[in-house]
């Protein structure tokens, strides 16, 4: 109850954008007191207002100065529930903070611009960015692709109510350290794992992100999310930075399951000039040598579990491998493509089951 009678503001949709100072108009309560809702992203009046990445804060006022005794109504439809809202009263200064709220979703287009033109801060902006790498989200369904344009993407796609119309996206821009990528996957918590040109394996966490969409969300708007492993191995001559490698990653896929035995979420790292496939797991690399014929390298892997209960034998992966001219491998002319399939026994004594 404030000085002039119940009243409540509401913020809908996607929460509030806080990247900058917002007016919002207040639905008033009985009282039918005018006033603004005020969200400040760092300072409120003389005292401060410590405002995390996830929450709203502010301040009430009216012409009256600040009020106190307000209810303040966050909620949103769009995280896969009929109504989610979390309710706060301004204290005596009027003050407000709704701390911890999860993303909202907006599930709709505003006006927007080409992608050839300018970043307009007020306005969405149409990416043409085709996916060289795909996957979905175990976790929220989302979707997400590697684009090889410029030096490189991560993006994600929530897909709405009503796909196309109700697309979203959001797109993450590789460090100008980088200078590529290829295809890439997803882990059963979400982080993207990608294979860069250069030679790193990149993996992208969201979740690091202070900055997902918004005026300032231009593309270079996360740093933080992306992290870099080198792959091991020899370089190409006159290379002394940590890009550069001869193995030359294509591809990846992440053993969701742990089928092969390395652990769950082991990432396999496909080279394009290499004598098999290469592990991360654990912080470690593993190389997966197919000894003969020389010179292995495949553009796709998957897992197959022929028996849970099996055991090591009946289970493994599976990569084939095929170039555009095989008879220039080992084996010459008569070569042909081929299968291959990796297992791990737990000690090298294991017999099958």
Not at 82 to 106: C, E, H, N, S, W
Not at 176 to 192: T, V
Not at 262 to 283: H, P, R, T, Y
Request: proline fraction near 8%.
């Amino acid at each position: 109850m404030g000085r002039n009678g119940i009243r409540s503001f509401l913020l809908n949709a996607a929460w509030v954008d806080m990247s900058s100072k917002q007016t919002l108009p207040a639905r008033v309560g009985a009282a039918g007191i005018a006033a603004f809702l005020m969200i400040w992203p760092n300072q409120v009046g003389a005292q401060q207002l410590r405002i995390g990445p996830t929450d709203v804060g502010g301040v009430v006022t009216s012409a009256k100065g600040p009020e106190a005794g307000v209810w303040v109504i966050a909620e949103t439809t769009g995280l896969g529930t009929k109504r989610y809202a979390k309710i706060v009263v301004t204290d005596d200064q009027g003050r407000y903070l709704l701390p911890a709220l999860p993303p909202g979703t907006q599930y709709k287009r505003d006006e927007y611009v080409e992608p050839n033109a300018p970043v307009d801060p007020t306005k969405d902006k149409r990416f043409n960015l085709g996916f060289y790498g795909i996957s979905v989200n175990p976790n929220d369904g989302s979707v997400w692709g590697s684009s090889t344009s410029g030096r490189g993407w991560i993006v994600r796609v929530e897909l709405g109510p009503n796909p196309p119309v109700t697309a979203l996206t959001e797109a993450y821009q590789l460090p100008p350290s980088e200078i590529g990528i290829r295809g890439m996957d997803l882990d059963s918590k979400g982080i993207a794992w990608a294979a860069g040109a250069g030679g790193n394996l990149i993996s992208f966490d969201r979740s690091k992100c202070r900055i997902r969409n918004g005026p300032t969300a231009t593309g270079d708007h996360c740093p933080e999310g992306f992290k870099f492993y080198p792959l091991p191995g020899p370089k190409f001559d006159g290379v002394q930075e940590a890009l550069g490698t001869v193995a030359s990653p294509y591809y990846v896929w992440v053993d969701m399951h742990d089928i092969f035995g390395l652990g769950k979420d082991a990432v396999i790292v496909l080279d394009n000039q290499s004598d098999g496939v290469q592990a991360f797991a654990n912080g470690k690399w593993v190389h997966l040598a197919v000894p003969y014929p020389m010179g292995f390298f495949t553009k796709g892997m998957e897992g197959r579990i022929d028996d849970p209960n099996g055991g090591w034998s009946a289970k493994g992966l599976w990569a084939t491998w095929g170039g555009r001219a095989p008879l220039h491998s080992e084996g010459g002319m008569g070569t042909t493509p081929y299968a291959a399939q990796f297992q791990l026994r737990p000690n090298p004594l294991a017999n099958a089951n």
